[in-house]
């Protein structure tokens, strides 16, 4: 009797398991953690959104229960269980949640949290360019558990986007090749979007791209969907073909200012104005398109107009135009239509942006739940104190911390964890979220890391014992030497307690920018090239440290997170002595020294640097210029196993795409180096034969007796072309011997870096 009872309950349960909104979280424990597929317990409850409750299972011993008031609390909630009992983690380098030990810890006293903030936020508009531009699923998978488990409930998705907009444009009768005059190449989308550039240089955007990425854009919101996010979706912005206007001769459409130093015919863009009727009808039909296509999962749109574009007046009533008029075709396509803006441009336009005009831009807008504002640089230049909070309406404290993915390690853990509390505790706040707007992921994790989990805890988190535990469940090594936390806490202390307020974000290294004899060192503001901390006593004993910890423990050595930071601390090195051996040259170059041969022998270092870095980013898989191609490449490739086949064309295309993004961003060098990397390929094929190039020229100049003779033109053109044929090369070429693997072993390499450049 008691046997049947179990059966027919087993029965039911079967019967009974419909769809629940925790089933992605479920299927999320499944997916990383499959061992303890059955080991964890998730419920939904009552009570104040975004909290949870972590307990060990009544009834099943050693079993996990979690119980949450919204689904992303729910992950949240695992996620407190897996780093603070399980003591494993999942890291943009991978995920170690199998790692957790076989019998799970119990938890004891049950465990609360809840987040301070409605919205946890993540991306930039140009995240998905810098980033994630050629990612296939698997890649975009990780970082949404990644999210997911941190509590991020706001992700912008931005993929896909121009498979709705063709439709819409097509439907008023614009001609394909109209549309796609109009349209930006894989690697460059974002700024489509923003309306600072138009077209495709090095060859049109092909359909098939567009049809992937909205493929793509399906199961990704599927996923966040799932995952208890709210995608912020594409909405109509206002940028249009030029040649709407021959179709519309009467629709108020204007051309746009210049970005970058674009030729005309690749920025300039059209602007439908949004109080014209024609904006509306576009408006409805992207949204109905995308709705269509969705599902009804969102009703918050990102939506830029002038992000590095002012307006066409600062009229305060034409300001407030704009927006009433863009808000107003939100809501008549979408009657619960919230608008999401970047507020890039009142700190990047800040001298445009006076008070009055935020006040009026932003009062367009009815009601202060109606739009949400990104205030996107929070830690280093927050706008929200200068706009009374933005004048009542929502925004996001956003750590931007990083400009094109560039690598330098920069940070201020204190500010992370103390500034984001007194904005939220500040009188009249509106602040209503935090997030992360990075333009490109690449390093310093630990900065975001802690933005996240600031976000769920009340008081300032203590950054001393952070750093202790995100090292620990970083390298799950056991023992795990001593000398590895202190490497951290020694990083932690200086590079990550950025407080010069000159040089903010990521520190770009000068060997990734066009040769110079004067300019390159010490820059400040975008892009600063100023070292703010003292590497004999922060980068060089972390290295040592690290190295020392290394030789203690076999089951360090093999944590890839632990090789990734073993390169990543050595490169950072190797990035700071280069400055050094520059100055060393220049130098040479100013003295009254006439031989070309000392300025080749001062030149040396330099090239010397270069190789040995190169050979040491080899060894790792984060940090390869192929991998960046190969993903690129993968999306002209067809069909399973042996059975693929490569469109070359289509595969050289994105290639070009890939390497120009890195190098000269635009055909001839408008934005070089913006998004520049140390990856292995780039550093040795590329910056190395710059900085030879250009040395090879000062000895030349030298040896005429008169460094008057140098010719800053010339020899910038002349490296602008070492990048047009770096860009047009095909990776893997085997004259040139490249591979699409590692080579070499970390250790020795970070051992050597050591022993020659400490
Ligand atoms: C954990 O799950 C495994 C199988 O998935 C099961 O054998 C084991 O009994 C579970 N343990 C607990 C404590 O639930
Ligand atoms: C934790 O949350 C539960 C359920 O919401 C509540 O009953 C309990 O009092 C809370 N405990 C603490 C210590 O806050
Ligand atoms: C444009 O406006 C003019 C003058 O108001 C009108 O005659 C014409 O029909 C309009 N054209 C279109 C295409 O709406
Ligand atoms: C492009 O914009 C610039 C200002 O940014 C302007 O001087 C130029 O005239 C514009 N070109 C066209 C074709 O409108
Ligand atoms: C703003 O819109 C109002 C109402 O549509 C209109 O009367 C006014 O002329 C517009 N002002 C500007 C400067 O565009
Ligand atoms: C806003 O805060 C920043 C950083 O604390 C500060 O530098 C700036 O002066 C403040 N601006 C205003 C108007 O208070
Ligand atoms: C808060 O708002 C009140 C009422 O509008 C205003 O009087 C006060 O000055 C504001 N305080 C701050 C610090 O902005
Ligand atoms: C922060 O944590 C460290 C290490 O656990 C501890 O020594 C220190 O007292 C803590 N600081 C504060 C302000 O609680
Ligand atoms: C850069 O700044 C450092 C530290 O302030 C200084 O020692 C160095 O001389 C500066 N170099 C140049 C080229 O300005
Ligand atoms: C290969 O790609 C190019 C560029 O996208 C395209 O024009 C061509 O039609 C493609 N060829 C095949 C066979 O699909
Ligand atoms: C420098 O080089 C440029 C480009 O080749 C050339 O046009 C210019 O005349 C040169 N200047 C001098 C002073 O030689
Ligand atoms: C391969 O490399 C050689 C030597 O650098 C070069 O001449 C050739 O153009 C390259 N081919 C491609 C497709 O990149």
């Not at 002012?310 to 009433?324: F, M």
């Not at 050979?615 to 993903?631: H, P, R, V, Y």
Request: glycine share 8%; aromatic share 12%; proline share 5%.
């Amino acid at each position: 009797m008691r046997g049947l009872l179990v059966l027919l309950t087993a029965v039911s349960a079967v019967l009974a398991a419909k769809p629940s909104p925790l089933d992605g979280v479920t299927a999320l424990v499944k997916r990383r953690i499959p061992k303890h597929a059955n080991n964890f317990t998730f419920q939904l409850v009552e009570g104040t959104p975004d909290s949870f409750t972590v307990s060990d299972s009544k009834g099943q011993k050693g079993g996990i229960t979690v119980q949450c008031t919204t689904v992303s609390a729910c992950s949240r909630g695992l996620y407190t269980y897996l780093t603070e009992f399980g003591g494993v983690d999942i890291w943009w380098t991978g995920s170690r949640l199998d790692q957790l030990p076989t019998r799970l810890p119990s938890v004891g006293s049950p465990v609360n949290g809840s987040s301070i903030v409605p919205w946890r936020y993540h991306f930039n508009t140009v995240t998905f360019s810098y980033t994630t531009a050629f990612w296939g699923f698997d890649k975009w998978e990780l970082l949404l558990d990644w999210l997911a488990l941190r509590g991020v409930n706001l992700p912008l998705a931005w993929v896909g986007n121009e498979y709705i907009l063709i439709q819409v444009f097509k439907e008023v009768g614009l001609s394909d090749a109209e549309i796609n005059s109009f349209l930006s190449g894989p690697a460059f989308q974002s700024w489509n979007r923003f309306g600072n550039i138009q077209g495709s240089w090095g060859g049109a955007l092909p359909m098939q791209w567009v049809e992937d990425q909205f493929d793509l854009q399906k199961q990704l919101v599927q996923r966040m969907v799932e995952l208890g996010m709210t995608p912020v979706l594409p909405s109509f912005t206002g940028f249009v073909p030029a040649t709407l206007q021959n179709h519309f001769p009467n629709a108020s459409i204007a051309i746009g200012s210049s970005w970058s130093g674009f030729p005309t015919s690749l920025t300039n863009d059209s602007f439908l104005s949004p109080s014209d009727p024609l904006f509306s009808q576009l408006q409805a039909s992207f949204i109905s398109k995308q709705m269509k296509a969705y599902g009804n999962v969102s009703h918050i749109y990102t939506l830029d107009q002038y992000n590095e574009n002012n307006p066409a007046s600062g009229d305060l009533d034409y300001l407030r135009n704009v927006t009433a008029g863009t808000f107003e075709s939100l809501r008549a396509a979408d009657p619960q239509a919230v608008w999401l803006m970047q507020g890039w441009l009142f700190f990047s336009s800040e001298s445009f942006w006076t008070n009055e005009r935020v006040e009026a831009y932003l009062g367009g807008v009815p009601n202060p739940q109606d739009m949400i504002v990104l205030d996107l640089y929070s830690e280093a230049q927050p706008q929200w104190n200068r706009t009374n909070n933005y004048f009542g309406k929502q925004w996001v404290w956003c750590e931007l911390h990083g400009y094109g993915g560039n690598m330098g390690f920069e940070g201020n853990l204190e500010e992370l964890t103390q500034a984001p509390l007194a904005a939220l505790n500040s009188p009249n706040s509106t602040m209503t979220g935090m997030g992360l707007t990075m333009e490109g992921q690449e390093g310093n994790e630990l900065v975001y890391d802690i933005l996240l989990d600031q976000a769920w805890s009340s008081t300032p988190l203590n950054t001393t014992s952070y750093v202790e535990k995100w090292v620990a469940r970083r390298y799950i090594a056991d023992p795990l030497p001593a000398a590895a936390t202190h490497a951290w806490s020694t990083l932690a202390t200086t590079v990550y307690a950025n407080q010069d307020p000159n040089s903010q974000a990521s520190i770009k290294s000068i060997l990734e920018l066009a040769p110079a004899t004067s300019g390159l060192v010490n820059r400040t503001g975008h892009h600063p090239t100023l070292v703010p901390y003292d590497t004999d006593t922060s980068v060089l004993p972390a290295l040592q440290l690290l190295l020392q910890a290394s030789n203690a423990s076999q089951s360090l050595r093999s944590s890839p997170e632990f090789q990734n930071d073993l390169v990543d601390v050595a490169r950072q090195l190797l990035a700071n002595r280069f400055i050094d051996a520059y100055q060393g040259l220049i130098a040479v170059w100013n003295s009254s020294i006439t031989s070309d041969h000392a300025v080749r022998i001062a030149g040396q270092p330099l090239l010397n640097i270069l190789s040995d870095m190169d050979a040491l980013l080899a060894t790792n898989e984060n940090f390869l210029l192929s991998t960046w191609i190969q993903d690129a490449r993968q999306w002209a490739t067809v069909g399973p196993g042996r059975l693929a086949r490569t469109n070359q064309t289509y595969a050289a295309y994105l290639e070009y795409n890939a390497r120009n993004q890195l190098t000269l961003w635009g055909p001839d060098g408008e934005i070089n180096d913006y998004a520049s990397k140390q990856w292995a390929g780039l550093v040795g094929q590329y910056y190395k034969q710059r900085w030879a190039t250009w040395i090879d020229y000062l000895a030349s100049v030298k040896q005429t007796g008169s460094i008057a003779a140098y010719n800053a033109t010339l020899i910038s053109q002349t490296l602008i072309e070492v990048g047009k044929t770096f860009d047009a090369q095909i990776w893997g070429n085997k004259t040139r011997g490249e591979t699409w693997g590692t080579t070499g072993d970390a250790v020795k390499l970070a051992q050597g870096v050591l022993d020659t450049w400490a």
